[in-house]
């Protein structure tokens, strides 16, 4: 592994436990050259995914990626870290079991709503500001209309 302080190619690992999710590898490392500590984490991954964006072109998956425009959605939300990491580890596993190889940003913003919807409605209707590209306010309000629509089915539906 490279050193991100002086690009020296050789670190050696100082420390390896597994996450508190058990899905990665944590692991402290010491540079050889300028003694520079820093710590990387080993996950799985399944397959190479590529994501074929709105105008065609292709670019690779990115997990980081994703997690921050999750937790831009979630900013300011009174959701905890590790359970932000359980929803993004659920996504990306969501997303490597579809079997396929390419996977469209339509596609994934779908799964990333529907599991936003699940764990907090405010960055639901941040994320789909984006994700369905609002111009105006009704379309906040076509949303927010399909949100409370859901809560009175579910509502209604529940034995008193």
């Known amino acids: 592994m490279k050193c ?4 020296a190619p050789d670190t050696q690992v100082k ?6 999710d058990g899905t990665s590898i944590r692991r ?12 990387t984490f080993e996950r799985v991954q399944l397959r190479e995914l590529t994501v074929v964006k709105r105008s065609g072109r292709k670019v690779a998956f990115d997990r980081d990626k994703l997690s921050r425009s999750i937790e831009t959605a979630l900013r300011k939300r009174p959701v905890s870290e590790e359970r932000v990491e359980r929803l993004v580890n659920g ?7 579809l079997g396929e190889s390419e996977i469209t940003s339509e596609q994934i913003g779908r799964i990333v709503m529907k599991g936003l919807k699940a764990l907090d409605d ?9 994700y369905r590209n609002f ?26």
Do not use: H, M
């Open 4 to 7: 991100p302080y002086c690009g």
């Open 15 to 20: 420390d390896s436990r597994p996450t508190d």
């Open 28 to 39: 402290r490392r010491v540079c050889s050259d300028c003694g520079g500590r820093f710590t």
């Open 91 to 97: 996504l990306v596993r969501q997303i490597e079991s």
């Open 122 to 130: 405010v960055a639901y209707v941040r994320f789909a500001s984006v």
């Open 135 to 160: 111009n105006e306010a009704k379309d906040f309000t076509a949303v927010l209309d399909e949100l409370s629509s859901e809560d009175e089915a579910k509502d209604g539906a529940e034995p008193l």
